[in-house]
């Protein structure tokens, strides 16, 4: 901190806090930094908590006035921040989205250090964020979930790497909600975006392998997936995957699942990560009734309270611009207890009940669920409560499948863990609303977001066997604030202390921005550095040190193969995934050194060879895409794969980190070739600085009915049956400049095989057809255009499906190393001038993996083909443009004139 600044914020600190103390009024004014009403319950107004036992008189308006000082101080930073911003030449947005790391909102650090921390800034980065790919990985640190403490890990292990480490991120979701700013998300004041950490861009920046998937157990030093996914080994396993719906008054015995016939319209809120679709379709269900919706919601806790009131701001707002009452949604909010928000002091309470009543929300006081039946919650009292939407805030219970882990469990399912967050199992750790504390703490996202530090440096300590491990004492009051869906009413809570006031909301904006921020767009920018692996390495072991010796002379004999051992284990776990065909005589099931496979008579045989290395971190997800880019060519000529060889290249790393990758790989492989019952008989492995994969495919078809691509007809329409944009993707995601929704959903479209689609072509007519991949749509379609007779086409500018992002990536500059080299085919462009001046004209020349079938189809049914082929799963299958004839024009050649052939090359018109 500079001079200036430690002046400003000493003085700011010092005056705010002796004029809170010593005045102790309702009304405080500080120009130009402040304008606070304290209510009265930081006075002596002592009557307001007679309820409080000993915290009534002195004792409480001490711990009242320490409340307002905290919160002072961090007023007195949030000032200070936008000064400092100011000192720079920022404006004030960029002051207010700046990039601090976490504010503290504790009780546990005095005053200068709070202070500051607030001008501490971004942690200097001190490694590579890339990490090192000549380093061999030595041990396997896997995350389960996206919470908010192993955002910090991740974040973390980007600016400091752990060479001979691999970190593995398996979550459900890429974009993971930040508990904070949810429910003014539900009241329109954030953006989705805003209010969610995007866990796929934060997983590059930190070198991350992320895995979208949901874990279901662990076993045998393995996380089991759902789904066909094969387990994920682990060195060193630590869970933050939040709650799950505790949707019944009597705990884990009574619970009622989302879903059931008689309780379709109860939302839970827990888990958090999935409730933004949830109520997407509550407020679509609310819009579209016609009359009152009885709007419910279960739980009186600050959870339950601030959802009230954000809904009832979001469907005023909503229901206003729609030209109708908003008191066509009633919401009644219902509790067990006597008041609201039992846990905080009875001023908070009462602030609050104020507040909701302003609001007309009814509270239901001693209203205990014990049932539901049909649209009807029954309660202790007898009483029945009906409902149209039921939003379930109540505490949730841990997930059921940790039940069967073998970890020590508290009585609701939550994962007991030592004050260094380790649980029964000393490589496995717990963090967040999962684990259960010995010292209990509410179900809050400050105590995972505080844990985040204290977890990274535990995790890191295990990993190079070091056995003094940090405690986690979390602290025992924090600040909260309760938004009510507008920006000039807010309610702060601490301790004894009740505060409302316009700058209460500013402050938590400022606070959670912040934070959102050091995991957005402040990540800092890295540069690749080598650290020594020492430590890690003396940890893993003699074979970690063998391994490392002898990495740097690592031989290229023997096709530098994969060894035996590792490979016979491999093989042998992929057994059950590889089909079978009656044309293999001599195969995988008999390995020889070439593969025989039987001659089919009357059938032409069909060869192809696809190689590429990786360019995500998930080995399973690589392996289908690779596969499917293979089988492709096979596929746009309708040809049946029968066979496949394998040329896999896994990164040097010890043997069980290798056949961990190798299996993943191959798992997904498998998965794609079984699709389009192909048979894997053969192949090599080998050890190289990058994880690749390639095929070599071999088929089948008959001559007469292949697809090529010189057979292009006038009057037929192109149909292009996947959308375009992996290159540019995937290139801003190697810069951390893609957001993780745009990567999942390239991913999701890659991982699609093309053989139904090249059958619904064939169903429908098709003349000619090939598949979009490196030369891009534009080098494909020329292609075509030059292999037909006398044809051109039209290409129809708004109709060609772009992925997601693609078009964002574009305007930002970024393209994928092969695009200069397409461009070179823009002469084949007739209107290129024209053809500019369209935002999505750089797209045309975008190199795609596993990209979609380009056809051409009759135009009498290519209704009926493009219908088909979204049902059959190709939603964004489009009709892209025309075929249109044009005069053969006599091309000569040579001294003596004479006419040697036919021109048949069109051009390829950009319609706007």
């Known amino acids: 901190m500079d001079r200036p600044e430690r002046q400003v914020a000493v003085a700011a600190a010092v005056v705010v806090g002796v004029g809170a103390v010593t005045l102790g009024v309702p009304e405080i004014i500080l120009e130009p930094w402040w304008r606070i009403r304290a209510l009265g319950h930081c006075g002596f107004l002592w009557a307001n908590h007679a309820g409080n036992g000993i915290y009534g008189g002195p004792i409480n308006w001490v711990l009242c006035q320490k409340a307002l000082v905290e919160i002072l101080v961090l007023e007195a930073g949030h000032h200070l921040d936008v000064l400092r911003a100011r000192w720079y030449q920022l404006d004030r947005k960029a002051a207010e989205k700046g990039g601090l790391g976490h504010v503290d ?3 546990r650090k005095g005053l200068w250090v709070t202070l500051k921390s607030l001008f501490s800034g971004s942690q200097g980065a001190t490694g590579g964020g890339m990490g090192s790919a000549t380093t061999p990985i030595m041990k396997d640190l896997v995350l389960i979930g996206g919470g908010h403490s192993h955002a910090f890990v991740l974040k973390n292990f980007g600016m400091k790497p752990m060479p001979g480490v691999k970190v593995t991120l398996i979550s459900r979701d890429v974009m993971s909600p930040y508990s904070g700013m949810l429910p003014g998300m539900i009241a329109g004041m954030y953006t989705k975006e805003e209010a969610h950490l995007d866990l796929m861009r934060l997983a590059r920046f930190g070198n991350v392998r992320m895995i979208h998937a949901e874990a279901c157990g662990i076993e045998d030093g393995h996380v089991i997936l759902k789904g066909d996914r094969p387990p994920v080994r682990f060195d060193v396993l630590s869970i933050n995957i939040g709650c799950t719906p505790q949707m019944g008054a009597h705990g884990a015995t009574d619970r009622v699942a989302p879903g059931d016939t008689d309780v379709a319209a109860i939302t839970p809120v827990k888990p958090i990560d999935g409730f933004n679709a949830r109520w997407d379709m509550i407020v679509d269900r609310v819009l579209a009734t016609e009359g009152v919706t009885r709007l419910v919601l279960v739980g009186g806790g600050a959870g339950g309270v601030e959802l009230a009131l954000n809904m009832r701001e979001r469907f005023t707002r909503d229901l206003t611009e729609a030209g109708r009452d908003p008191s066509e949604v009633s919401i009644d909010l219902l509790t067990r207890g006597d008041r609201v928000m039992a846990s905080h002091a009875t001023a908070v309470s009462e602030t609050l009940a104020t ?18 039946v049909s649209n009807e919650l029954i309660c202790s009292n007898d009483e029945a409560v009906p409902f149209d939407e039921c939003v379930w805030c109540t505490q949730a219970g841990a997930q059921q499948w940790l039940r069967d882990t073998g970890l020590d469990l508290d009585k609701d399912g939550f994962i007991h863990v030592d004050p260094h967050l380790q649980t029964s199992i000393k490589n496995v750790f717990a963090c967040g609303d999962v684990a259960a504390l010995s010292s209990p703490r509410p179900k809050a996202g400050v105590f995972a977001v505080k844990a985040g530090p204290p977890l990274t440096g535990n995790l890191r300590r295990v990993l190079t066997g070091d056995t003094a491990l940090e405690r986690y004492d979390p602290q025992t009051t924090f600040l909260g604030v309760i938004g009510t869906g507008r920006a000039d009413v807010a309610v702060a809570s601490k301790s004894r202390l009740a505060l409302q006031a316009r700058w209460v909301w500013d402050l938590r904006d400022w606070i959670d921005r912040k934070w959102m921020a050091g995991y957005t767009h402040d990540l800092p920018e890295m540069a690749t550095a080598e650290l020594a692996p020492s430590s890690v390495a003396v940890a893993a072991g003699p074979e970690a ?6 990495a740097s002379m690592r031989c290229g004999g023997c096709g530098a193969k994969v060894g035996a051992t590792v490979l016979s284990n491999v093989m042998r776990r992929l057994k059950s995934r590889i089909v079978t065909r009656p044309e293999v005589l001599v195969g995988l099931d008999s390995p020889d050194d070439c593969a025989v496979v039987a001659p089919e008579p009357l059938l032409a045989s069909v060869h ?5 290395r990786s360019f995500i971190e998930d080995p399973y997800t690589f392996g289908i895409i690779a596969a499917n880019h293979a089988l492709s060519d096979c596929h746009a000529m309708c040809a049946e794969a029968r066979t496949a060889l394998a040329i896999a290249v896994v990164p040097y790393a010890l043997e069980a980190q290798v056949e961990s990758v190798l299996f993943q790989m191959m798992a997904g492989a498998c998965s794609a070739l079984a699709e389009s019952n192909c048979a894997l008989v053969g192949g090599h492995t080998c050890e190289g600085t990058e994880l690749a994969l390639g095929f070599c495919i071999n088929g089948v078809v008959e001559q007469e009915r292949a697809l090529c691509k010189g057979g292009l007809r006038a009057g037929e329409s192109l149909v292009l049956t996947k959308p375009i944009g992996t290159g540019t993707l995937f290139a801003a995601e190697m810069r951390v400049k893609a957001k993780g929704i745009w990567v999942a959903n390239a991913l999701q479209v890659m991982s699609k095989s093309n053989r139904e689609g090249a059958l619904c072509l064939r169903r429908h007519g098709a003349s000619a057809c090939t598949d979009v991949t490196g030369f891009g749509l534009v080098g494909h379609l020329q292609e075509m255009v030059m292999a037909s007779s006398a044809v051109e086409v039209d290409l129809n500018m708004d109709t060609i499906p772009e992925l997601p992002g693609a078009r964002e990536c574009t305007q930002m500059g970024i393209f994928s190393s092969l695009q200069p ?3 070179r085919l823009k002469r084949a462009i007739a209107n290129e001038a024209e053809a500019l001046t369209h935002p999505g004209y750089p797209l045309l020349f975008d190199p795609q993996t596993a990209g979609g079938l380009l056809a051409s ?13 979204r049902k059959n799963g190709y939603p964004h299958a489009s009709v ?19 006419v040697c052939a036919l021109s048949t090359a069109g051009k390829i018109h950009c319609v706007l």
Do not use: K, M, Q
């Open 545 to 550: 040190l063998a391994a490392l010796a002898h």
């Open 880 to 898: 892209i443009g025309t075929v249109r004839g044009v005069p053969a024009t006599p091309t000569v050649l040579g001294d003596d004139g004479d």
């Open 857 to 869: 189809v009759p135009a009498d049914s290519v209704v009926e083909c493009i219908a088909e082929l």
């Open 355 to 372: 507040i909701l009543a302003e609001r007309n929300i009814t509270v239901r006081f001693g209203h205990e669920v014990v049932s539901v």
């Open 821 to 823: 080299a397409n461009l």
């Open 105 to 107: 909102t504790g009780s």
């Open 608 to 612: 192809t060879v696809d190689f590429f």
